[in-house]
């Protein structure tokens, strides 16, 4: 996945400025959801593209972004904790 680039763009996609682009690191943060996982994703970026995800995700929810429309909000929750049970140290990981 490295020689793709992916990881990279996905990166470049969190670190978006989440007042602007909050749909673009949702997006960027889906990628991780269905492919960040170990035998997938690089392992040596794995973890701090989770974490970052997380931070990235949480902030949208906390910034209110989608307080209108309740199923988005169910959903970011979800993939947030998808993402958590991901990163090093969770059960089963």
């Known amino acids: 996945m490295d020689r793709s680039g992916l990881p990279d763009l996905v990166e470049e996609g969190l670190n978006l400025d989440v007042d602007e682009f909050y749909e673009d690191v949702r997006a960027a943060a889906h990628i991780l959801v269905t492919l960040g996982r170990v035998y997938v ?23 209110g972004v989608y307080d209108e429309v309740p199923g988005i909000v169910a959903a970011i929750e979800a993939e947030i904790a998808t993402l958590k049970s991901r990163q090093k140290g969770a059960p089963g990981r």
Do not use: T, W
């Not at 994703?41 to 910034?63: C, E, F, G, T």
């Open 41 to 63: 994703y690089p392992v040596d970026k794995l973890d701090a593209h989770l974490a970052l995800a997380i931070q990235r995700l949480q902030r949208i929810l906390n910034d």
